[in-house]
Nanobody
Framework: QVQLVESGGGLVEPGGSLTLSCVGS????????MAWFRQAPGKEREFVAA????????FYADSVKGRFTISRDNPKNTVWLQMNTLKTEDTAVYYC???????????????????WGQGTQVTVSS
């Protein structure tokens, strides 16, 4: 059974930084394309960033490009989301997701992903 466990969320002031971690288990981590999504209260879950199976390709939502960095370490079964220059509009629950059939065409689509973590809250506020 595949499990994804996120950590690293919290309260941070605008302009600050946080790093989220997601540790997977139950299947070789290299089997998955990985992504981070987020969901703010009253809004739909939205794509944040994705990374290919081997980590060679990364993709970002326009709203986070240049501020967030996704990375992975397959032997450690871990994917990270480094978030810099945080804004109040980044406040949301952040979810880690794994896809067995990760494609460039559909990596922003929630339906692409087979497994999800429980989410970690990120609050950006002064």
């Amino acid at each position: 059974q595949v499990q994804l466990v996120e950590s690293g969320g919290g309260l941070v002031e605008p302009g600050g930084s946080l790093t989220l971690s997601c540790v997977g288990s139950g299947r070789p981590f290299s089997s998955f394309g990985m992504a981070w999504f987020r969901q703010a209260p009253g809004k739909e879950r939205e794509f944040v960033a994705a990374i290919s199976f081997n980590g060679f390709s990364t993709f970002y939502a326009d709203s986070v490009k240049g501020r967030f960095t996704i990375s992975r370490d397959n032997p450690k079964n871990t994917v990270w989301l480094q978030m810099n220059t945080l804004k109040t509009e980044d406040t949301a629950v952040y979810y880690c997701a794994a896809s067995l059939l990760f494609t460039i065409a559909a990596h922003r689509d929630v339906r692409e992903y087979n497994y999800w973590g429980q989410g970690t809250q990120v609050t950006v506020s002064s």
